[in-house]
T-cell receptor, first 113, second 111 residues
Framework: EPEVTQTPSHQVTQMGQEVILRCVPISNHLYFYWYRQILGQKVEFLVSFYNNEISEKSEIFDDQFSVERPDGSNFTLKIRSTKLEDSAMYFC???????????FGPGTRLLVL | SQQGEEDPQALSIQEGENATMNCSYKTSINNLQWYRQNSGRGLVHLILIRSNEREKHSGRLRVTLDTSKKSSSLLITASRAADTASYFCATLGNQGGKLIFGQGTELSVKP
């Protein structure tokens, strides 16, 4: 069964450093998303991407964040200058043309020191 | 903003018992979905119920939706130790849109 994959599974970085989190969505899906979950808290929406552009973003998704779909398979989230409060589990998700069900990857656990 | 909020926050039962989790939300929805998350792991999609549906079954899972009360329930019958996980409801406002997650219910099933 096709699944969403994410790399790396864990990343430790110093405050102020740039990180790129990578995702390979399910191949025929059209909708792409990033969510995050701070330890012990609920999953929060960051950004959605459709037709090669951002379709919606949350207040969390400020100028330090960007997304890209550089080729037909990868979907990346870049944090330009990480802060301590960016430490969280970051989930990528993709949705098919119906746009109803979202399938989540296993997550990247980011720790900013 | 729409929010899915679950109760109880934590539930501990014995294997074989049924587990019921409830979710409430605030605004109109296209559908409501339930996800499971094992400790520190990814989210696994369990079941989706559309706004025009009232009840749905999938194996040992039964989901109900009451749009007049803006609430949903997830029932897991004949629970197993392997069902131990956090369960989240998430609402979708429009196709292709964002999911709004609740705080989750932490279910512990003791063998």
């Amino acid at each position: 069964e096709p699944e969403v994959t994410q790399t790396p599974s864990h990343q430790v970085t110093q405050m102020g450093q740039e990180v790129i989190l990578r995702c390979v969505p399910i191949s025929n899906h059209l909708y792409f998303y990033w969510y995050r979950q701070i330890l012990g808290q609920k999953v929060e929406f960051l950004v959605s991407f459709y037709n090669n552009e951002i379709s919606e973003k949350s207040e969390i998704f400020d100028d330090q964040f960007s997304v890209e779909r550089p080729d037909g398979s990868n979907f990346t989230l870049k944090i330009r200058s990480t802060k301590l409060e960016d430490s969280a589990m970051y989930f990528c998700a993709s949705g098919d043309m119906g746009g109803e069900t979202q399938y989540f990857g296993p997550g990247t656990r980011l720790l900013v020191l | 903003s729409q929010q899915g909020e679950e109760d109880p926050q934590a539930l501990s039962i014995q294997e074989g018992e049924n587990a019921t989790m409830n979710c409430s939300y605030k605004t109109s929805i296209n559908n409501l979905q339930w996800y499971r998350q094992n400790s520190g792991r990814g989210l696994v999609h369990l079941i989706l119920i559309r706004s025009n549906e009232r009840e749905k079954h999938s194996g040992r899972l039964r989901v109900t939706l009451d749009t007049s009360k803006k609430s949903s329930s997830l029932l897991i019958t004949a629970s197993r130790a392997a069902d131990t996980a956090s369960y989240f409801c998430a609402t979708l406002g429009n196709q292709g849109g964002k999911l709004i997650f609740g705080q989750g219910t932490e279910l512990s099933v003791k063998p």
